[in-house]
């Protein structure tokens, strides 16, 4: 059974920074993308940021670019965002996600965690 857990989720003042994890299990994600998401309320789920699960291939939101990292540790088959110079726009439920094709579009993605929520108060 495939999971993926996000944690890391928190309130958090403007400016300051946050790293989410994304735990993945339950198969071989070597040839899938990973990618971050988020959703605020009252808004549709938008693309964040996503990377090759074998290396390569980040790219991200203009809205976070030069703000957010994305990463992973294969050995502990593990997905990371790190959010810095975070804003109050930044306020939103965080999904992790993973697929067979690399894109920024939420539809191929066919595994998706619970999310997280992060609140940034200003």
């Known amino acids: 059974q495939v999971q993926l857990v996000e944690s890391g989720g928190r309130l958090v003042q403007a400016g300051g920074s946050l790293r989410l994890s994304c735990a993945a299990s339950g198969r071989t994600f070597s040839n899938y993308a990973m990618g971050w998401f988020r959703q605020a309320p009252g808004k549709e789920r938008e693309f964040v940021a996503r990377?090759?699960?074998?290396?390569?291939?980040?790219y991200y939101a203009d809205s976070v670019k030069g703000r957010f990292t994305i990463s992973r540790d294969n050995a502990k088959n593990t997905v990371y965002l790190q959010m810095n110079s975070l804003k109050p726009e930044d306020t939103a439920v965080y999904y992790c996600?993973?697929?067979?094709?690399?894109?920024?579009?939420?539809?191929?993605?066919?595994?998706w965690g619970q999310g997280t929520q992060v609140t940034v108060s200003s």
């Open positions: 990377i090759r699960w074998s290396g390569g291939s980040e």
């Open positions: 996600a993973a697929g067979g094709v690399v894109t920024s579009s939420p539809g191929p993605y066919t595994y």
